[in-house]
C-alpha cells in the first residue's frame, strides 16, 4: 500500500510558493497570500512595477479594513494566536497562518483560498470517522438512532460549539482585516432574519413531509444522510440558504472552526497527530450512552429480540416484594428467558417494574462491549497486529 | 674535559647544552631557536647584495653571528658572562664594527672598495630623523573615530530608533549586494529619507530565517539612493573609502532584476561635481548641520586639512524618530557579519562602545538594548519600554507590548466591532470620538 504523502500534498495546497517556479500559477501574484509559510520578499524590482493600484507593502488601517480577513503576516505578531496555539498543545509543525485560518469562517471570507472551509471538509470527515469507528468497535449492538445520537453528542454542532468556548476562543463582533487573528470571524445572523429553524429530526423515525416519506427509514439514513442521520443539504439547498441568510450562528461558525483546525493538523502533522488530538479532545469527554435510549414498547421489543436471537420468550417473575397493600409499595421484578435472567426491575407498581426490567435486559444487550477494543484505524499504524474480525450487530428490532 | 672536547666538534655552548638535554645529536625544535641574526645582520647581508660585488651573501648561520669560541681550557661561567656583556652591550656601533669585522676575518671575501667612514655623512639612516611632528602628515594620519560622529543618545527613544536605523540601513544594503559598512559614513540624511526610514518596518521571514524589511511607497530607493549618492556626505568618513566602481556596480544590480533603484543619472553627478567645487561649505538638511569636507582635499595631501577635519567636527545631533513596533529588537540577525555590521552603526549612531562579548552573546539586538539603557540616569518611565529590555518578557509569543496605553478604542477594533460603531455614529450625525468635526 502506498504511503501518503501528506507534507508534499500540504505544501502544495498551502504554500504554492514552495513549489518550481515553473508552476506557479498566476493565482499567486496576488498579494493576499494563503500559504502557511510567511509571505516571501518581494524583490523591489518587481514591486515597483505593479504598485499602481495594487497592495502596498505595508497594509495601511484603510486597506486593512478593505480586507474581508485578516491579512496572513498578522497571524504571527498576534499574542491570542499563540496562547491558543500552546493553550491547546498543537504540534509546532501546525504553523500560526494556518491556525489563522482555521478561525475564519466562510461566511467572513467567501473565498476558499482564505476561509477554513477545505480544511473543515476534511476535518469532518475524520472526525465522523473515528468517532464512529470508537462507538461501534465499542458498543457493537447498539441501535443505529443511538449511534446517530451518540455521534450528535460526540462531535455534533452543539458539542464543538461547547468545545470551542472550552478551548477559550472568542468570537470577533464582525470580520475584518482589521481583526485579531486570534478571535473566531464569522458574519453573523442578522437579529431579525427568519432562520428557518425546524426540529431536528435527530433519532425521530417520524417521516419529514419535505423530504418524503422513502427516505426517513433509519436504515436509509446510513447510506444517504450525514453522520448525524440528518438530511443532507443538497447543492441547491445551499444556494439557496446562502442567498437567503447572510451569516451564521456562533454555533455553525464554531463547528467549522473544529473541524478545520482537525483537518490542518491532519495535513501538516499527520495521522498520528491527529489521532491522539482526537484523543485528548473528543473521546476524553464523559458520555452516558445509557441515557440515550428511549424505548416505546421494551415489553415487546425484548420479546421480539429474543425470538431473533431464539432465546426462550421472557417471562417476567417477581423477585420480591414490599408494602403491596401499603401506600408506598415496591415490586422487584426479573424477567427471565428460561432460567436466564435477562433483566431486573424495581417499581412501585407491577407494570412499571415489569417495563423497568425489560428496559434493563434490552440495556445489558445493546451495551455489550467487547473486553478488548480494537477500532479499523489501528490498521494503518506500521506493525499492527492482525485482524480480528468484530461482530457488529444486524440490524435493528423491527417491530 | 667535556668542554674541550666538545669545543673541538666546533658547535656553540647553547647547542651543546641543547643536545645534551635532547640527549640526541638532532634535537626537536628550530634549527636556531635563539632568534637568528639581528637586523643588522640581515641588513648588512642585503646591502651586500644590493652593492653586487658578486659574491653571493652568505646565509647567516649560528657559528657567523655567535661570539667567538672560547679558547679550549677557559671555564664555561667567563664564556657566559662574555656572551651576555655582549648582549646588553648590543649598540649601533659595536653592531657596524663586528659587521666590518667579519669580512676582515675572510680575506678571500674582503671589499676592496670599502672605505671607512670617518664622519656619519652620507651613512645610510636608520629611523625617524629629526622630530616626529616635523614629518607631513599622510592620509594615513588622519583618524577620526567612528564614535565621534554622534553625540551620546541619552534616552531610550534615541537608542531604539538608532537600533531600528542601523538594522534598515544595512539590510538595505545586504539586499543590494552592497558592502554592509557602506553606511557609517552618513550623518544626516534628508527630510524624505528619515521620513522612508521611520516608516520602514522589518520582519523576519521564518521561511528564509532572515529579516526581511517593508519599505513603503518606494523607500528601498530611497534608501539606497540616499547611501550610494551622497557622495559628500561620504567622503568626512576617511576610514571608509568611495570604492570607484560604486556607481558602475549599480546598473549591473538593476539589469539582474535584483534592484529598482537607479543610478544616478548624469545630472545629478554634475550637480555632486558641482557642489564639490566648494570645499567646507555647510548644507542645511531641515536644521541639521552636516560638515561636508570633499574627497580632493583628503587627497591633496596637505595636512593641515586633516587636522582640521578632525578637530574641527563636532559631534552631531541625531535626529531620532519614533518606531512604531519594537519587534525587531528580538529577531536573529544571522550571519555574524550582519550582526556585526548592524552593531558597528548602532555603536555609532548612539556614541556607545559595546563590549566584544555582548556581540557574540545573543543573535538578537535585546540584549544590546537593554546594555545601551543600562546606565540612563532613571529607568524609563513608560511600562512598555520597561518591558523591552527585559529579553525574558520580549522574547515570549503570547506576549504583545505596546507603545501606548490601550483604549477601549482598540479593544472594539481588535474585536471588528469599531467600523460599526464608527459607521453608526457618522450615520446619524454623532461625533466619533466625543469631539465634533470642524
Known sequence: MKRLRLLRWSDTVLSPRTRPRTIISPQCQCRRWQSATHQPFLREAHSSKDVQGQVPDTLSEEHLLRLPSPPIQAASSSAKLAALHARLQLPSRLPLQVLARTLVDPSADPSPQFNNNPFSILGNDFLGYYTSEYIICRYPRLPLAVVFAAMYAYVGPKALAAITREWGVEAAAHPGGEVDPGYLQFRRVAPESDMGSKPSALISPMPDASSGWKRRGISSRTVHDDEFGDVRQSAKDKEASSTAIEGVTEEKASTNFVRALTGALYLHSGRAAVKSFFREHFMSRQLNIASLFNFRHPQRDLSRLCAREGFQSPVARIVSETGRKSRHPVFVIGVFSGHEKLGEGAGSSLDEARTCAAVAALKGWYLYSPTELRVPSEMEEPGARKWDRLLVDPGDIVV | ?438
Open chain 2, 1 to 438: 674535559m667535556q668542554s674541550t672536547r666538545d669545543a673541538s666538534s666546533g658547535l656553540p655552548w647553547t647547542e651543546r647544552i641543547r643536545r645534551k638535554m635532547w640527549g640526541s645529536d638532532n634535537p626537536p625544535g628550530l634549527k636556531d631557536p635563539y632568534g637568528g641574526p639581528g637586523y643588522f645582520e640581515r641588513r648588512r647581508q642585503e646591502a651586500q647584495a644590493e652593492r653586487g660585488r658578486g659574491q653571493i651573501p652568505t646565509e647567516p648561520t649560528i657559528v657567523e653571528h655567535e661570539p667567538a669560541l672560547p679558547e679550549p681550557g677557559l671555564p664555561e661561567m667567563s664564556t657566559l658572562e662574555e656572551e651576555s656583556a655582549q648582549n646588553t652591550e648590543h649598540s649601533h656601533a659595536q653592531d657596524m664594527m663586528r659587521s666590518r669585522s667579519v669580512p676582515e676575518n675572510d680575506p678571500e671575501k674582503e671589499d676592496l672598495t670599502y672605505v671607512q667612514a670617518e664622519t656619519w655623512n652620507g651613512l645610510e639612516q636608520v629611523g625617524l630623523s629629526g622630530h616626529w611632528s616635523e614629518t607631513p602628515p599622510t592620509p594615513a594620519d588622519s583618524f577620526r573615530p567612528y564614535l565621534a560622529a554622534f553625540e551620546k543618545a541619552s534616552s531610550w527613544k534615541e537608542i531604539l530608533s538608532a537600533l531600528h536605523q542601523a538594522v534598515v540601513e544595512v539590510v538595505t544594503l545586504r539586499d543590494s549586494r552592497l558592502p554592509l559598512t557602506y553606511s557609517l559614513g552618513h550623518i544626516a540624511y534628508k527630510p524624505d529619507v528619515l521620513a522612508a526610514l521611520s516608516t520602514t518596518t522589518i520582519e523576519f521571514d521564518y521561511h528564509s530565517k532572515q529579516i526581511v524589511l517593508k519599505y513603503k511607497d518606494g523607500g528601498r530607493r530611497l534608501m539606497v539612493e540616499a547611501i550610494l549618492g551622497d557622495d559628500l556626505q561620504r567622503s568626512i568618513s576617511p576610514y571608509e573609502p568611495v570604492a570607484e566602481t560604486t556607481y558602475a556596480e549599480v546598473p549591473a544590480l538593476e539589469a539582474n532584476g535584483d534592484t529598482t533603484f537607479t543610478a544616478p543619472d548624469q545630472e545629478s553627478q554634475e550637480l555632486r561635481s558641482q557642489e564639490a567645487d566648494f570645499p567646507g561649505q555647510d548644507i542645511e538638511y531641515d536644521g541639521t548641520h552636516t560638515f561636508v569636507a570633499t574627497k580632493e582635499e583628503m587627497n591633496n595631501g596637505n595636512g593641515d586639512q586633516y587636522k582640521n577635519n578632525i578637530e574641527d567636527l563636532p559631534p552631531q545631533k541625531r535626529t531620532a524618530y519614533t518606531v512604531t513596533s519594537a519587534d525587531f529588537i528580538t529577531m536573529p540577525l544571522e550571519p555574524l557579519e550582519l550582526r556585526f555590521a548592524v552593531i558597528k552603526r548602532a555603536s555609532q549612531l548612539t556614541g556607545h562602545r559595546i563590549p566584544d562579548p555582548l556581540i557574540t552573546a545573543r543573535q538578537s539586538l535585546s540584549s544590546i538594548y537593554s546594555y545601551l539603557g543600562r546606565d540612563r540616569d532613571s529607568p524609563p518611565k513608560k511600562v512598555a519600554d520597561r518591558l523591552l529590555i527585559k529579553p525574558d518578557v520580549i522574547n515570549l509569543p503570547n506576549v504583545h507590548i505596546m507603545p501606548r496605553r490601550e483604549t477601549p478604542v482598540d479593544k472594539d477594533k481588535r474585536l471588528g466591532r469599531w467600523k460599526i460603531i464608527e459607521a453608526e455614529l457618522h450615520s446619524k450625525g454623532l461625533p466619533v470620538l466625543g469631539k465634533s468635526r470642524v
